[in-house]
């Protein structure tokens, strides 16, 4: 038996779910993730489509209870097929018939009141439900006693915040403003009236409006006109409200017509009552189709002086291990803390503290590529470390190891070969006794400094050193992930990709391309769950696919994985190029070096000429870094443009790595 499941998108609740038991872990282990293009592609089609779902909806209409005396059949043959351009999705294929029924049956047209102030179909069809509470409020006996405005306010909090059971919907209806003064039985009333128009499945005391982007569409409307109404139901609200609230907050704003205003409301919110919601913030935020008001949020409390210590170290525990989303902000956050700890620096007691900040310093500002900064934060950091073992030996071995692992990494990023292979040979030495006596504890840790020890040893040339460390490094994960995959599949998929590497190195080149196609299975798995934290490893690995399979000769499949890679750059470069674009211009000199075997040279040039663009820029910055790089594209550059026949060009690209070669020479010789 196969199941389908459909989603509007896949975001941390795909991977919860799927770690929610150990039968659902099982059960959907390897399930893949698809994303579906439009259902009705052309116009031909649409209209075909909008017209069954017409019939379709005046065939059930005049079973609705207060909608049977229509002549629907009748009403559904007299509607023209309208254009349905914004209509590319099944759901607003249907919304847009189900309105012009209804349009019809009320004799509201394009020219009728509430379509003057509609600007979606999503507002047509709310024009009819708020007709429908307003005629079940007031047979319930609630209305005009209570005025709409305070009903639908009721409504908002409950779509807004839900409610597990009825002591939390009571206690939340009691927050909602112009309710709170009104007698239980009054609110009570007001509960059973919710559930009569929205009767939940389960034990919950009301279910939502559907589809979701009804009830968004009718939150952002509302919002708009009172923003100050979510204030007042924070009190008292759960963990899982606050966390409900601003995942339906976040994507109300993304509505169109009124982001920006909802952007602001929903950043003055966070920002107003950081105890209650910038927790939930960091969670939404890495999940988020539209992160930027809870991100701003989050920098605006990290920025205010007034907000505390206690405050900030919650949030630094929040923080994902990668997340493109959060990455400026968990630097900025982790600094402002390594800050705060030296305030205490005279106390001996604090350099643990200090020490374990600054090492978590380096690994975010590493992230951001601010490689320099990182570096002094792990040099400090095991320097302090040092100083602990010589006064308590054996005591801080694990921390000081931990700290070498990352020194090892920002001074390797910095061109520091041999003084990267020294730390990391030391941060192994440390685990492997570490691991002997507590493997529990210390396994995985050996094998996170196995695996930057082949990529030190790869970089110097020792390349079987460098193949048997990342060998056992993935024997060590393996066990584990087969153990917890949910904690080690992605540490896994590194070592794996590191294997294929260093399975290059050595000429094994068919264990080398089985090598990194696991590792992009595994990371295409990781990325279509969580794309904010996984997207870039994805595009690494591709690249690497794609370079495999070119050598295999197999040209067209490395087109297509180098091309999806340069995508997946392009689209994170967007937002934070100084992250993201180095890795674009490797992935666009590696896409020349794919179009090159196909005949397709002037495309092949055009990619490596943008890649030069890219690291003329980054060299002007850090040369040394850079510069090699810089030359060799530029060499590139000039055999594709001899062979295109552009002799002078070809000159000038070859004079220039002439130029940058010589540079570099000069720099590696001071």
């Known amino acids: 038996m196969k199941v389908l499941l459909l989603a509007r998108s896949v975001e941390d609740w795909w991977e919860n779910f799927q770690a929610d038991t150990h039968e659902a872990e099982e059960l959907l282990d390897g399930a893949p993730v698809t994303a579906l293009e439009s259902l009705e592609p052309t116009d031909?089609?649409?209209?075909?489509?909008?017209?069954?779902?017409?019939?379709?909806?005046?065939?059930?209409?005049?079973?609705?209870?207060?909608?049977?005396?229509?002549?629907?059949?009748?009403?559904?043959?007299?509607?023209?097929?309208?254009?349905?351009?914004?209509?590319?999705?099944?759901?607003?294929?249907?919304?847009?018939?189900?309105?012009?029924?209804?349009?019809?049956?009320?004799?509201?047209?394009?020219?009728?009141?509430?379509?003057?102030?509609?600007?979606?179909?999503?507002?047509?069809?709310?024009?009819?439900?708020?007709?429908?509470?307003?005629?079940?409020?007031?047979?319930?006996?609630?209305?005009?006693?209570?005025?709409?405005?305070?009903?639908?306010?009721?409504?908002?909090?409950?779509?807004?915040?839900?409610?597990?059971?009825?002591?939390?919907?009571?206690?939340?209806?009691?927050?909602?403003?112009?309710?709170?003064?009104?007698p239980r039985d009054r609110r009570s009333a007001v509960r059973a009236w919710i559930h009569a128009l929205y009767p939940s499945a389960d034990a919950r005391p009301w279910d939502s409006l559907q589809p979701d982007r009804l009830v968004e569409r009718f939150l952002g409307r509302h919002l708009y006109r009172y923003p100050d109404l979510p204030g007042y139901l924070l009190s008292g609200a759960t963990q899982s409200q606050l966390t409900q609230l601003l995942t339906v907050y976040a994507r109300a704003a993304a509505q169109a017509t009124a982001r920006d205003r909802l952007e602001a409301s929903l950043t003055a919110l966070c920002v107003t009552h950081p105890d209650h919601l910038a927790e939930p913030a960091i969670e939404i935020a890495t999940r988020s189709e539209n992160p930027r008001a809870l991100v701003d949020a989050l920098q605006r409390i990290l920025n205010d002086p007034t907000t505390s210590a206690d405050l900030l170290e919650r949030l630094a525990g929040q923080l994902p291990r990668t997340s493109h989303n959060l990455a400026d902000f968990a630097a900025d956050l982790i600094q402002r803390l390594v800050m705060l700890q030296r305030e205490h620096a005279d106390d001996p007691a604090q350099l643990p503290a200090l020490a374990r900040y600054l090492d978590r310093s380096s690994y975010r500002l590493g992230q951001l590529r601010r490689h320099e900064e990182g570096l002094a934060a792990s040099t400090e950091a095991v320097a302090i470390w040092r100083r602990l073992d010589e006064e308590q030996p054996q005591a801080h071995l694990a921390d000081l190891a931990k700290c070498l692992n990352s020194l090892a990494a920002r001074l390797g990023a910095l061109g520091h070969q041999e003084e990267a292979l020294a730390a990391i040979q030391e941060a192994v030495e440390i685990r492997r006794e570490l691991a002997a006596t507590q493997p529990d504890l210390h396994l995985n840790d050996l094998a996170k400094s196995l695996n930057n020890l082949a990529y030190r040893l790869g970089k110097l040339g020792g390349h079987q050193e460098a193949l048997a460390a990342i060998v056992e490094a993935v024997a060590i994960r393996r066990e584990l992930a087969a153990a917890q995959p949910e904690r080690y599949l992605f540490h896994l998929a590194n070592n794996v990709h590191n294997m294929s590497v260093r399975l290059r190195d050595v000429g094994r080149f068919e264990e080398a391309l089985a090598a990194v196609q696991e590792a992009v299975t595994i990371r295409r798995e990781l990325a279509a769950t969580r794309p904010d934290a996984f997207l870039p490893v994805l595009a690494l690995s591709l690249n690497n696919l794609s370079a495999r399979l070119g050598q295999a000769g197999r040209h067209d499949q490395a087109l297509a994985a180098i091309d999806e890679a340069v995508m997946i750059r392009r689209r994170l470069a967007t937002a934070q190029p100084a992250v993201h674009e180095p890795p674009l211009a490797t992935c666009l000199s590696n896409l020349s070096s794919r179009l090159e075997p196909l005949g397709r040279y002037e495309e092949a040039a055009a990619a490596v000429e943008e890649a030069i663009s890219i690291r003329r820029r980054l060299a002007a910055a850090q040369p040394s870094i850079y510069m090699p790089a810089l030359a060799h594209g530029l060499h590139k550059y000039a055999r594709y443009l001899e062979g295109l026949g552009r002799f002078e060009e070809a000159q000038a690209a070859e004079e220039e790595a002439a130029s940058g070669d010589a540079g570099v020479r000069q720099s590696d010789g001071h």
């Open 44 to 182: 031909g089609d649409r209209a075909g489509a909008y017209r069954q779902a017409v019939d379709s909806f005046a065939t059930r209409l005049g079973h609705v209870r207060g909608w049977q005396h229509h002549p629907w059949p009748a009403l559904a043959a007299s509607l023209p097929t309208p254009a349905l351009d914004g209509a590319d999705t099944a759901l607003a294929l249907h919304m847009t018939a189900l309105a012009d029924l209804l349009d019809t049956a009320v004799g509201t047209t394009s020219e009728g009141a509430h379509t003057s102030i509609a600007e979606t179909v999503e507002d047509r069809l709310l024009w009819h439900e708020r007709r429908y509470w307003q005629a079940a409020a007031t047979a319930h006996q609630l209305h005009p006693a209570l005025s709409m405005n305070t009903l639908i306010d009721a409504l908002a909090a409950a779509f807004l915040l839900s409610a597990h059971d009825q002591d939390e919907a009571d206690a939340l209806l009691a927050r909602v403003p112009d309710l709170s003064d009104q």
